[in-house]
């Protein structure tokens, strides 16, 4: 089956860096996928990685090891307002994203 | 308006009740679809269209049907719920269900409980 693993819950302190893991078995990989959910809102496009490597946007960057079916989102200089769930989702050989579910960020100040 | 919008935002229904919850997106998109989100469950893919064409249906059970007049509009249709259906019921849109980047873009959902 295909399955996308991710802690359930995380704390960190404002100010500080925190990274997030996502690790994936699924039938193919067409690129991998971060979201960022705030309670009651809707899931907004953080990062997109299909190749190897870091990939750094701001204060947010994401890796990919696709060989060790491996990727993690690192978020810097932590806010208040980065509180919310991190969604990692696959693309599989079809074409269908597969999420997993979630990471739930708490941000102390 | 912009970007994805879904109504109701807020749903209580009997078992018995019919209802539909309506998605409208601003974005001149192709494809898109219905997901269903319950509490620390990962995001299940219920209904995707593209080209107003339905290209997936994920099992989904026969009290829920999808309707996509055109590549706007996207309907789920409810009826004979059951209490495990209450969930976040999300919509999104993307530029063509197989392009290679193909960002969802994700409406607020519609929250709906089942009595």
């Known amino acids: 089956g295909q399955n996308i693993d991710q802690p359930t819950e995380m704390t960190a302190t404002e100010g500080a860096i925190v990274q997030i893991n996502c690790t994936y078995q699924t039938s193919g990989f067409n690129g991998l996928f971060w979201y960022q959910q705030h309670a009651g809102e809707a899931p907004t496009f953080l990062s997109y990685n299909v190749l190897d490597g870091l990939e750094e946007k701001g204060r947010f960057s994401s890796f990919l090891s696709r060989s060790k079916g491996y990727s993690y989102l690192l978020l810097k200089e932590l806010q208040m307002k980065d509180s919310a769930s991190y969604l990692c989702?696959?693309?599989?050989?079809?074409?269908?994203?597969?999420w997993g579910a979630g990471t739930k960020l708490i941000i102390k100040p | 308006e912009t970007g994805v919008t879904q109504t109701p935002r807020h749903l209580v229904m009997g078992m018995t009740n019919k209802k539909s919850l309506k998605c409208e997106q601003h974005l001149g998109h192709n494809a898109m679809y219905w997901y269903k989100q319950s509490a620390k469950k990962p995001l299940e893919l219920m209904f995707v269209?593209?080209?107003?064409?339905?290209?997936e249906n994920n099992s989904v059970p026969s009290r829920f049907s999808p309707e996509c007049p055109n590549s706007s509009h996207l309907f789920l249709h409810l009826h004979t719920l059951q209490p495990e259906d209450s969930a976040l019921y999300l919509c999104a849109s993307s530029q063509d269900e197989a392009s290679p980047y193909n960002e969802q873009f994700f409406g607020p959902g519609t929250r709906l409980t089942v009595l």
């Open positions: 269209y593209n080209f107003k064409e339905q290209t």
């Open positions: 989702a696959v693309r599989d050989s079809n074409y269908q994203l597969i």
